[in-house]
C-alpha cells in the first residue's frame, strides 16, 4: 500500500484532516512520497485533493493530523518557510508577473533564496546577487528551452510556453519536492508532451515531484506512484498500472475519465 518500499522518504502525510465548520475536505489521510519519484494523487471533483495541496504546502493548517518533511513536522508553517527548506509549489492559475520579461520571471524565483533585502536589488546595491540571479535565470531557461524568449514579455507567451516558465519560476527556488497543480490544464497534445518531458528532466535533476492532475493520460505515463482519492480518504495506491485495473479506482473515478485504457 505505502508507496515507501524504494528510496527514503522526504513527506509524510500522517492522519491528516482538514475542516471547512461541518465539511470534512479531508478525512484522516496517509501517504508517504519517496525520494527521487514523480508522484501523482488523482481523484474525481471534490475528492479533496486541492484542499490536500493546500495543507502540505502551508496554505491552511491541518485540523489534525501532521505533514512530515525529511523527518520534520512542517505542519501549519508559512509557505514562505517551507519554501527556504526546499518544498516549492507551482498553481493552476498562473502566477507569473505577465508585464515582466520571461528572464525577470525566473529572477524572482532566485530572490525567494536570495539573503539581500528587495531594497537593495531594486537599487542595484548588491550587484554580486543580481549577477549570480542572472546566470542561474538564464541557466534554467536554457534548460526549459526557453531561453530565446528571456527579453519577451511575459504576457506574449502561448500557454504551453507560460506553464514550462511557471516551472522555471519554482526550479528557481531550488526545490527538493516540487508540488504542481494540474500542470497540464489546457494544453494541446503536442504541449502535453514536452511538459510532461520537462517534468521528467525536472526530476532527473534531483527534484522529487508530486502533482494534482486531471489528464489521466498524461498520469498514467509519467507517474511512478499514484495516490488515489475519495470523499476526502485514501481510496488506493500504487503503480499506474494496479491503479487502473483496481476495481474501486474504476467505479469511482476511472469509468468516468475519458480516454483512460
Do not use: W
Request: charged letters at 20%; glycine letters at 10%; aromatic letters at 6%.
Amino acid at each position: 500500500m505505502s508507496s515507501s518500499s524504494n528510496g527514503d522518504i522526504i513527506l509524510e502525510a500522517r492522519n491528516l484532516t482538514r475542516r471547512f465548520g461541518g465539511l470534512i475536505a479531508v478525512d484522516h489521510l496517509s501517504f508517504s512520497l519517496s525520494e527521487g519519484r514523480i508522484h501523482g494523487l488523482i481523484g474525481p471533483n471534490g475528492a479533496g485533493k486541492t484542499t490536500t495541496f493546500n495543507v502540505i504546502s502551508g496554505f491552511y493548517s491541518p485540523s489534525s493530523g501532521q505533514v512530515i518533511y525529511h523527518g520534520d513536522d512542517i505542519s501549519g508553517r508559512s509557505t514562505s518557510a517551507l519554501a527556504e527548506i526546499g518544498l516549492v509549489r507551482t498553481f493552476q492559475g498562473t502566477t507569473l508577473f505577465q508585464e515582466f520579461s520571461v528572464v525577470d520571471n525566473v529572477k524572482i524565483g532566485c530572490h525567494r533564496m536570495a539573503k539581500a533585502s528587495f531594497l537593495s536589488r531594486v537599487l542595484g546595491s548588491d550587484r554580486e546577487t543580481e549577477q549570480a540571479a542572472e546566470e542561474k535565470s538564464r541557466e534554467i531557461l536554457e534548460f526549459f528551452d526557453l531561453l530565446d524568449l528571456a527579453e519577451e514579455p511575459t504576457n506574449s507567451l502561448p500557454h504551453g510556453h507560460q506553464r514550462a516558465l511557471g516551472m522555471a519560476v519554482a526550479l528557481a527556488a531550488d526545490p527538493k519536492l516540487l508540488l504542481l497543480d494540474e500542470p497540464f490544464t489546457g494544453m494541446n497534445p503536442q504541449e502535453t508532451r514536452r511538459m510532461i518531458e520537462l517534468v521528467r528532466q525536472v526530476r532527473d535533476r534531483g527534484v522529487t515531484i508530486m502533482l494534482v492532475e486531471h489528464d489521466m493520460q498524461a498520469v498514467m505515463n509519467l507517474c511512478d506512484i499514484i495516490t488515489v482519492m475519495n470523499f476526502g480518504s485514501l481510496l488506493a495506491e500504487g503503480t499506474p498500472k494496479e491503479v487502473r485495473s483496481n476495481p474501486d479506482v474504476v467505479e469511482a473515478y476511472l469509468g468516468s475519465a475519458a480516454g483512460v485504457t
